[in-house]
């Protein structure tokens, strides 16, 4: 008896520490928690399975900045670091970092933004989501296109 007790435990150490990015997107702005503006296609973590190819394109003519809007599951407080990445002439580049505070839930709302210039922001971009005390163990990678 004390044999699957002991197994039934088992799950819930692990989960512990565990966050899931539900869903991403890139957008023009943030109201009331959700994000507005959004571009298309779709943003995706690059994890999923959907086999979706297209990436956001986000235009300067029409925003100043990009916002990357998540919603995470997590089952403990900790901070989550997004990275922002541009390739520039075929090497990607860590342009900021921001590390915001989460808090459990089902359902957790966190965004970060970057200001765009046309003349050196165009290109290819991606923004990374990791666990800040532990940035190797990647939950998320979304990009997207400045034009």
């Not at 899931?20 to 109201?31: D, G």
């Not at 959004?38 to 190819?53: H, L, M, N, R, V």
């Not at 989550?80 to 505070?101: A, C, D, F, M, Y």
């Not at 923004?127 to 163990?137: C, L, M, R, T």
């Amino acid at each position: 008896m004390s044999m699957s007790l002991m197994i039934l435990f088992i799950p819930f150490t692990y989960a512990e520490s565990s966050f899931y990015v539900e869903k991403v997107v890139i957008s023009q702005n943030v109201t009331k928690r959700n994000p507005v503006g959004i571009f298309s296609p779709p943003a995706y973590c690059e994890k999923d399975t959907s086999g979706q190819a297209a990436i956001p394109v986000v235009k300067t003519s029409e925003t100043s900045q990009a916002v990357l809007w998540a919603k995470v599951a997590a089952t403990t407080k900790g901070k989550l670091r997004h990275s922002w990445h541009h390739q520039v002439n075929g090497t990607w580049t860590k342009v900021s970092e921001v590390n915001i505070p989460i808090r459990p839930s089902s359902g957790y709302r966190m965004w970060s933004m970057k200001s765009l210039n046309p003349a050196i922001h165009t290109g290819e971009w991606m923004v990374v989501i990791a666990p800040s005390n532990s940035p190797e163990k990647i939950l998320c990678i979304t990009r997207f296109t400045v034009q």
